[in-house]
């Protein structure tokens, strides 16, 4: 009677730990997740020189609070696509990477998603690039 406990605690175990460790299908379209990354990555690309305009701007001491704060909002909302986590070890290497949870979207949701984010990020982009010009910079 103790084996046939042990073996059923033993089997429950296993099931358990299998389905957990089971990766999880990604519901959707394999393409639109694709191009919603592809947006992703142009975002983080114009993040990473913006990070080089925000250098340029502390040491020329211009003031960029306010910038600086739309910048943080964006940080905090930018989230990867499912599909395409970011790995430490992967071929784009950032110093600038994502963190923040995922949301439940559908495929197409995290392409407009992505869209948007993009179209924040480049609008701030042109912002700092604009601050850092040298006829901006020599007024401040």
């Known amino acids: 009677m103790k084996n046939l406990y042990r073996l059923l605690i033993f089997g429950f175990v296993l099931v358990i730990s299998f389905s957990c460790s089971r990766k999880k299908e990604i519901e ?4 639109v997740y694709a191009e919603a990354n592809g947006y992703l990555q142009k975002s983080l690309d114009l993040r990473e020189e913006i990070s080089g305009f ?6 020329s ?12 909002t964006w940080d905090k909302d930018i989230i990867e696509v ?4 970011h790995s430490h070890d992967d071929e784009h290497q950032r110093d600038y990477h994502v963190h923040n949870p995922m949301k439940p979207f559908k495929d197409t949701e995290h392409l407009d998603y992505q869209k948007v984010m993009h179209a924040e990020i480049a609008q701030l982009h042109e912002k700092f690039k604009l601050m850092t010009l040298p006829k901006v910079m020599e007024e401040n």
């Open 54 to 59: 925000e250098k340029q701007l502390k040491e």
């Open 61 to 72: 001491e211009i003031d960029y609070s306010d910038l600086k704060e739309e910048l943080k």
């Open 28 to 31: 959707g379209d394999p393409k």
């Open 82 to 85: 499912p599909g395409f986590e």
